[in-house]
Structures are given as structure tokens and as C-alpha cells.
């Protein structure tokens, strides 16, 4: 008899829940089991071996992707197992940098999570916290942690670790603290669906406090333009300001404050009050928005248009809307957006446009290198790494010939048209590195479609629709087919 979840009284869900939790955690565990089982068998160091040389010069060496007491890891073995479990390389490295930490740092908190009895996400967070202590320093954290993380609560256990990381080596936290200094950054999140992006910024608190006065003050003058903006959007409007200074210095020059009067004189100010109260005083201004007089004046006789930043914009369009068709934008960098937003963007600047490009065109050169032509339409048409999974849109990549470019040898010149919108794909550093020595076969089979097999017969097709699992055979019929011959396996 087959039994559903209707047929289940409360208690029985209830113990269902607790069961299914438990048993998400030990799949987890599995996860994790396996990329430590990969490692292992891809920890003895290439570079020792009869091809040691050419190991080191291709980049096949043992790294520590855990901390200090964790094995190394052959390098050109992360790629694969990262396309096994569908995932980036980064994102694997650092799972296998977690659970290495836990095996070889952290055994006793890795018991208890190996039972199921507390979240393994919680115990990588405590295997990152603890990561850059020494192999001797860290069982101070892994006996506190291995106590507390199957009763106590999350947001408990982490505040316990954080406090056993500095007690297990203050003089290293505090050499940490004053690094940190130097790790002042401003950074850009990802722009979201509604075109709005996040940015973050870590600084000194004198220069923090300084763009927050202006923030205020350019708040200040424009509220009258947005009545409806509640008082945080209206800051984030006034930020904005703060990229187009052209902009924000004409708005501050217009609104600019003149001088205050000088102090009075205190004595002559206790006599008696013949004229009337004084009039009110305008709050002072912080000195990150004030002019003296005579700066102002020269500053308005400026034409401060030849200030305005100059940038490139590759923005991407269906042909239907350039006829009036309803439809969405898409800009590098970005991200999706409305016509209107679009309007929205460019209409504080002079734009020019330039012609568009011919996709369709099939350009062929002789030589090995990629003009930048070239490049440009093989980005655009690819949108970003060829590698299987990447995510990667950026352009600063290399450019790969999938079939590999043939030199020629023995006085003969190298075959025609080698390079070219047939032949060509993004591809980063690392991912470049791997394909061209670690084993990988890849071959592009139309536009913007390549084929991938790897070292252990995993096969891939990476076309506009994302990464596809295909059959290792039909991935070997695609690689063997005659030149010329795109193949398409159903």
C-alpha cells in the first residue's frame, strides 16, 4: 500500500519534516564526500613525475585550496568534476576548500555534520572563518564549534566561532584588522530585473561622512523635483548626481550659499535689543560643498559640458523594435531594460551611435591572431565564455580557435583561413589554459554552438540556449565530422 502525504496525520508530517531535513543534510554530506574522494585521487604532484617539466610549464601543479595541514589539488583536475556536478569552477573550489578544512582542520565539528545533526552550510561557514589560522591555532575553534553546532542556533554559533577565531591567535587578528585597512573598495552588485543596481562602498569615515553631506545637500535642492520620492529614494536619486559631476556642480554652483557675514561683535551683542530680534541664521554648510565667492564666479564662466564623461555603450536590440514593435534592450554590463528606461539613460548625454554590426557575415583570416573586429562579433554572438556553465559576459578574455590553429612545420605555411567567425570563442585565462592542456576536445559547429568532450568522456553543446548534457558519442560524431559539416544530433 502506497502511502501520501494526505494520508498523513500531524505528527507523521511531523516527523516526515525532521526526517527529510535530516536526510537533505546527509545528501549534502554526499556532495561533499565526493569532491573530497576527486581530490584524493588527483593529489599526487605532476610536476615529480617523468613529465614534471612540461607539468610545471602548463600550469598542472598541486595547489592548496584549503588552509594551512589540507592536501593540494592537481589543478587541471577542477575543471571536470566542476562540469560533473553542473556547477562553476569557482564555486566548486571553494566547496572542495571547505570540506578539505573540515576533513584535515576541523574533525570534530565534521563528525557532527557527517551524523546530519547540523547544517553542512553552517559548518563551511566556520571552516571559511577559520581558514587563514594556523594548523596548530585552529582546534580552538573546532572544539567550541563541535559543542554547540547540533543544539544552539545559527547566528549563536557563528558569534562563538568569530571570538574563537581571534582568541586562537589575537597578534594574527590584529595583523588582519590593520590589512583590512588596505581593502578599502567600492564594488557593484549585479543589476536586477528592474534595472537598479547595488553599490557598495568601504572608506574612510571622514571621506564616507563627506559624500553623505553631499548626498543630503543635493537632496535637499532636488526634493522639489520629486514630491513623490520618500526620503530614501530621494537620496539614492541624489547619489546618482554624484556620477555626472559636470551635473552636480552646476546644480551646486546655481544653489551655492553665499559667504556667511562675519562673527559679531560679542560685547556689542549683550547691549540691550534696540532693533528687534535678529533675523535667523541659515544652518551652517559642511565644507565638502562650500565655494568661497570669487572661486564661484569663475566657475560659472566655465563651459563645463568639455568636464562630461565620454563612454561606450553596446546596447543590443531586436530589429522589430527599431520598427516599433514592443520589445526589451538589453545592455553590456547592465543588464535588461525598457525602452523607457533606456530613454531614461541616455537622455542626459550627447549620444552618437554607431553603425551596426553584420552578424551573419562569415569573416576568414589567415593569420593565428584575432583582429578586433573579429573579436567584437564573436562576443556579440556568443554573449560571454564558451566554456560549459561559464557565466562569465565579460569581453577581456582570450579568443580560442576550438579547432586548434595548425602552424604548419617542416617549411610549410600554415592552411588558410584558420581564424575567423567559424573558428573563434571567448574563453577565460583558466578555462583557455585547461582546454588547450589538460585534455579537452572542443570544436565550434556553428554559429555561436560548440561541442565539448572531456578527459573522462563527459559530453557538452554549449550553444545560445545555455550548456546541454549530450550523449559522449553524439559529442564524437559532432568532433569527427568532416570540415565544413556542422552536425546537429537530435
Known amino acids: 500500500m502506497t502511502v501520501t502525504l494526505h494520508d498523513l496525520d500531524a505528527e507523521a508530517i511531523l516527523a516526515a519534516a525532521t526526517e527529510a531535513e535530516r536526510a ?12 573530497s574522494a576527486w581530490a584524493a585521487v588527483h593529489s599526487t604532484d605532476p610536476t615529480q613525475g617523468p613529465d614534471g617539466r612540461v607539468a610545471r610549464r602548463v600550469g598542472n601543479v598541486l595547489r592548496q585550496v584549503g588552509g594551512e595541514g589540507t592536501p593540494g589539488v592537481q589543478d587541471f583536475c577542477l575543471g571536470e568534476i566542476a562540469l560533473a556536478r553542473g556547477a562553476g569552477v569557482t564555486a566548486t573550489s571553494n566547496l572542495l576548500a571547505d570540506v578539505l578544512d573540515l576533513e584535515h582542520r576541523l574533525p570534530l565539528t565534521w563528525a557532527v555534520t557527517r551524523r546530519g545533526e547540523c547544517e553542512p552550510w553552517v559548518a563551511r561557514r566556520v571552516a571559511r572563518l577559520s581558514r587563514h589560522l594556523p594548523a596548530a591555532n585552529v582546534h580552538v575553534v573546532d572544539a567550541a564549534v563541535s559543542r554547540m553546532i547540533a543544539t544552539e542556533g545559527i547566528g549563536r554559533v557563528l558569534e562563538v566561532a568569530s571570538a574563537k577565531v581571534i582568541e586562537a591567535d ?28 547595488t553599490l557598495i562602498a568601504r572608506l574612510e569615515a571622514g571621506d564616507a561622512a563627506a559624500v553623505d553631506a553631499i548626498v543630503h545637500r ?24 554624484l556620477a555626472r559631476p559636470t551635473e552636480l556642480l552646476t546644480l551646486l554652483l546655481e544653489h551655492a550659499e553665499p559667504e556667511p557675514e562675519p562673527e559679531p561683535d560679542l560685547e556689542a551683542d549683550l ?31 566655465l563651459d563645463l559640458n568639455r568636464l562630461a564623461p565620454k563612454a561606450v555603450l553596446h546596447v543590443h536590440l531586436h530589429e522589430a523594435v527599431l520598427n516599433g514593435a514592443a520589445g526589451v534592450a538589453r545592455i553590456e554590463g547592465f543588464g535588461p531594460v525598457t525602452m523607457t528606461q533606456l530613454a531614461e539613460l541616455l537622455r542626459r548625454f550627447d549620444v552618437k551611435v554607431q553603425p551596426v554590426k553584420d552578424l551573419s557575415s562569415r569573416v576568414r583570416y589567415t593569420a593565428y591572431e584575432h583582429p578586433e573586429t573579429l573579436r567584437d562579433q564573436v562576443h556579440l554572438v556568443t554573449g560571454g565564455d564558451y566554456w560549459p556553465y561559464a557565466s562569465s559576459t565579460r569581453r577581456n578574455v582570450d579568443l580560442d580557435h576550438p579547432t586548434p590553429y595548425d602552424h604548419g612545420d ?7 583561413d584558420q581564424t ?10 583558466r578555462h583557455h589554459r585547461w582546454k588547450t592542456h589538460a585534455g579537452y576536445q572542443s570544436r565550434q559547429c556553428g554559429e555561436g554552438r560548440y561541442v ?4 573522462h568522456g563527459q559530453g557538452f553543446l ?6 546541454h548534457r549530450i550523449h559522449p558519442e553524439h559529442a564524437r560524431m559532432i568532433l569527427d565530422a568532416p570540415p565544413g559539416v556542422d552536425l546537429y544530433v537530435a
Not at 522639489?224 to 541624489?238: K, M, N, S, T
Not at 575567423?420 to 585565462?429: E, Q, V, W, Y
Not at 554549449?462 to 550548456?467: E, F, L, N, P, S
Open 271 to 301: 547691549g540691550p535689543d534696540v532693533d528687534g530680534p535678529d533675523e535667523p541664521h541659515a544652518p551652517s554648510r559642511p565644507r565638502a560643498y562650500a565655494f568661497p565667492a570669487d572661486l564661484l564666479d569663475a566657475l560659472r564662466d
Open 24 to 35: 537533505a543534510r546527509l545528501a549534502e554530506v554526499r556532495k561533499l564526500e565526493l569532491l
Open 420 to 429: 575567423g567567425a567559424h573558428n573563434s570563442g571567448p574563453l577565460g585565462r
Open 462 to 467: 554549449v550553444d545560445h540556449t545555455g550548456t
Open 452 to 455: 565539448w568532450l572531456t578527459p
Open 218 to 241: 543635493v537632496g535637499e535642492i532636488i526634493a522639489r523635483r520629486h514630491p513623490e520620492a520618500h526620503p530614501d529614494e530621494l537620496r539614492a536619486i541624489a547619489f546618482g548626481w
Open 170 to 197: 589575537t597578534e594574527l587578528h590584529e595583523e588582519r584588522c590593520e590589512a583590512e585597512r588596505r581593502r578599502r573598495y567600492v564594488g557593484l552588485g549585479r543589476t536586477d530585473e528592474h534595472g537598479l543596481r
Open 410 to 416: 617542416d617549411g610549410r605555411d600554415p592552411p588558410p
